[in-house]
T-cell receptor
Framework: DAGVTQSPTHLIKTRGQQVTLRCSPK?????VSWYQQALGQGPQFIFQ???????QRGNFPDRFSGHQFPNYSSELNVNALLLGDSALYLC?????????????FGSGTQLSVL | AQSVTQPDIHITVSEGASLELRCNYS??????LFWYVQSPGQGLQLLLK??????LVQGIKGFEAEFKRSQSSFNLRKPSVHWSDAAEYFC??????????????FGKGTHLIIQP
């Protein structure tokens, strides 16, 4: 049983470009959350998707958007990249409404903006 | 809004010695509390979690944590550390709303160094 898988593992972009990161949740999970982890910091919650809709959003600008597909996989899109968007982007999956359910994290996508 | 404070940025412990990592949270009600570990370039692995009930929680790899409501703390402990425990440790707080788990709020982490 594969856990949470993310692609690509590394990505280099330049300022102003757009990027799409992908996540496949653990089997049996229907909820996907995205986190940004800057160097030396804890992860920060970006948003959560459930039933193909954004269920909750953290304090991130509209440049950050997402999508969830019918198979529960998800994409994170970032437009007009800034140097400060350089970070490790983590995807986590869980089962909605199941209290105590573990949140499983992928290994992340390391994004470098030059 | 909830918040998490991990007062120690770095901690150095000798192999075989005991360990305690501190975590304080701020939240109006009883939160759900977590400890995660992250090795370099890796994602997060859940060590343990507190939802309700017994305030002393056992986790994987010999870790335990104690929830103290009066002190708003959830400190992580291990009686004897191994060199493989060297990593970044994150405390996190979560809430449930609308029938589902909300996004977690993480502390800034504590970097654990194990010396021989």
């Amino acid at each position: 049983d594969a856990g949470v898988t993310q692609s690509p593992t590394h990505l280099i972009k330049t300022r102003g470009q757009q990027v799409t990161l992908r996540c496949s949740p653990k089997s049996g999970h229907d909820t996907v959350s995205w986190y940004q982890q800057a160097l030396g910091q804890g992860p920060q919650f970006i948003f959560q998707y459930y039933e193909e809709e954004e269920r909750q959003r953290g304090n991130f600008p509209d440049r950050f958007s997402g999508h969830q597909f019918p198979n529960y996989s998800s994409e994170l899109n970032v437009n007009a990249l800034l140097l400060g968007d350089s970070a490790l982007y983590l995807c986590a999956s869980s089962a909605q409404g199941v209290r105590g359910e573990k949140l499983f994290f992928g290994s992340g996508t390391q994004l470098s903006v030059l | 809004a909830q918040s998490v404070t991990q007062p120690d940025i770095h901690i150095t412990v000798s192999e075989g010695a005991s360990l305690e990592l501190r975590c304080n949270y701020s939240y109006g009600a009883t939160p759900y509390l977590f400890w995660y570990v992250q090795s370099p370039g890796q994602g997060l692995q859940l060590l343990l979690k507190y939802f309700s009930g017994d305030t002393l929680v056992q986790g994987i790899k010999g870790f335990e944590a104690e929830f103290k409501r009066s002190q708003s703390s959830f400190n992580l402990r291990k009686p004897s550390v191994h060199w493989s425990d060297a990593a970044e440790y994150f405390c996190a707080v979560g809430v449930y709303s609308g029938g589902g788990a909300d996004g977690l709020t993480f502390g800034k982490g504590t970097h654990l160094i194990i010396q021989p």
